[in-house]
């Protein structure tokens, strides 16, 4: 069973927007810090946002500063991604993640979801 199911992606027009959910299955991730990476094609996967597991501290790689927003709803289980201003490099495959810690690198983070296609188009 896949312990993190993302939703919400899809083929959209440069500067649209975009929400992104992160659904936790069969377990609770309400103590976990929890974040976003995403894969474009033919790149390594790369960190998004994450944020804490109060929802009181959040990180962002540079290039979606000011257009990205991360945040969680513990009492629903579920994270979100609120991606706005939406760009050419912003296609790919974007994955949550829970950790128990949380920040930038993906080798602290020990659940996964399988990933949800976000295609930006002219």
């Known amino acids: 069973q896949v312990p993190l199911v993302e939703s919400g992606g899809g083929l959209v027009q440069a500067g649209d927007s975009l929400r992104l959910s992160c659904a936790a299955s069969?377990?609770?991730?309400?103590?976990?810090?929890m974040g976003w990476f995403r894969r474009a094609p033919g790149k390594e996967r790369e960190f998004v946002a994450a944020i804490s597991w109060n929802g009181r501290s959040t990180l962002y790689t540079n290039s979606v500063k000011g257009r990205f927003t991360i945040s969680r709803d513990n009492s629903k289980n579920t994270m979100f991604l609120q991606m706005n201003g939406l760009k050419l490099e912003d296609t790919a495959v974007y994955y949550c993640?829970?950790?128990?810690?949380?920040?930038?690198?993906?080798?602290?983070?020990?659940?996964w979801g399988q990933g949800t296609q976000v295609t930006v188009s002219l």
């Open positions: 069969g377990r609770t991730f309400s103590s976990n810090g």
């Open positions: 993640a829970a950790s128990s810690t949380y920040g930038y690198t993906d080798s602290s983070y020990d659940y």
